[in-house]
């Protein structure tokens, strides 16, 4: 883009943003910790699913110190139902550096705070450029789509190395003197009016300088190639009481999906139809009565669990044994959230 139309696309964006904004609560705030937040709860969750969840962390956790001495038991409980738990954990991690490194002061460049936990490209040059004005890139799903179009960019953005092409364009093209709203611009504009299907092009406050929408065509971009099949999984999930009508739950591991999130007993199927004896030989107990209570199917973004769920009464004795007032305490995946539901309904 020739140095003038540069000027002008910046000057053209940030004024839309200002004007056109949406008043979300991590915008009426400098402080890189709350951005910080903000970034890491908006990493593949929807605008609209984030904004409970922030203020009610926040309300929770309102400085870096409370986040980072806060028991992960009750960290992973305010993050419950967000999903990508690693995000949680990861963000209390690089806080706690950050407390205990920088003073409790969030690094202003991106060479420091990309040393922090889980903070990537696309984290750093948020938290500065919004927090800071530092102008640094932040390149995202949204801003791929904007600039692919308004520059005819068809490098493939499903592949990791096109990010760097991306990253280049928004350093050529950043208003230095308002980073912030240039950033946020951006965002905005690829998430209200340059969407991926039936753009608005009309409503569109950088049109003269799209490239594709002068070609007629801009739905072609970007491109993307398919993204791999996901790996179904197969699962028989129990509400197991005992006889006292106290639920069975238990951890899981503390590495790997879900970690350490708890749940109801699950166990895989193979080919075959799962038969009780094994939730009886691996939980020690007898099963007096079992009845179906609903069907599940869970999509993570590699895998779909397809869970069959059952209500088994048993005889034994086993660890972990919870009231159903107590089980809503415990943090706990989506997936099982809704099975808990499914048996508070059933009780009437």
Not at 223 to 252: F, H, I, S
Not at 266 to 292: A, H, S, W
Not at 331 to 342: E, Q, T
Request: glycine share 6%.
């Amino acid at each position: 883009m020739h140095y003038a139309y540069a000027e002008q696309f910046r000057k053209a964006l940030v004024t839309w943003f200002e004007q056109e904004k949406r008043d979300l609560p991590w915008r009426h705030t400098k402080d890189p910790y709350k951005i910080w937040v903000s970034e890491v709860m908006l990493q593949q969750t929807r605008v609209d699913t984030v904004i409970p969840y922030y203020t009610r962390f926040l309300e929770h956790f309102p400085t870096m110190d409370a986040l980072a001495n806060a028991e992960e038991e009750l960290l992973l409980k305010q993050w419950e139902g967000l999903g990508y738990y690693s995000r949680a954990r990861n963000l209390q991690a690089g806080v706690r550096e950050v407390v205990e490194v920088y003073g409790g002061v969030v690094p202003n460049t991106r060479e420091e705070i990309s040393k922090l936990k889980g903070v990537g490209p696309y984290t750093a040059g948020a938290v500065l450029s919004i927090a800071y004005g530092v102008p640094e890139h932040a390149v995202d799903g949204n801003v791929m789509r904007v600039l692919s179009r308004v520059l005819n960019i068809h490098d493939d953005i499903a592949l990791p190395k096109t990010k760097k092409v991306f990253e280049a364009a928004v350093d050529m093209l950043i208003d230095r003197d308002n980073a912030s709203s240039f950033n946020q611009g951006l965002m905005e504009l690829g998430a209200l009016i340059c969407t991926p299907t039936s753009p608005k092009c009309l409503l569109c406050p950088v049109r003269e300088y799209c490239t594709a929408f002068h070609e007629g065509e801009p739905e072609k971009l970007p491109v993307k190639t398919k993204k791999v099949k996901t790996k179904p999984l197969y699962y028989d999930v129990y509400v197991m009481r005992d006889e006292a009508g106290n639920l069975k739950v238990e951890q899981r591991d503390a590495s790997g999906l879900l970690a350490s999130m708890w749940q109801f007993p699950m166990i895989e199927r193979g080919d075959d139809v799962f038969t009780p004896t094994l939730l009886e030989q691996q939980y020690d107990v007898t099963i007096t009565t079992k009845e179906n209570l609903t069907t599940l199917k869970h999509i993570f973004s590699h895998l779909v669990w397809h869970m069959d769920v059952f209500v088994v009464d048993v005889a034994g004795v086993q660890q972990h044994w919870v009231t159903f007032e107590e089980m809503k305490k415990y943090p706990m995946p989506v997936s099982m959230l809704k099975i808990l539901k499914a048996y508070e309904n059933s009780l009437g």
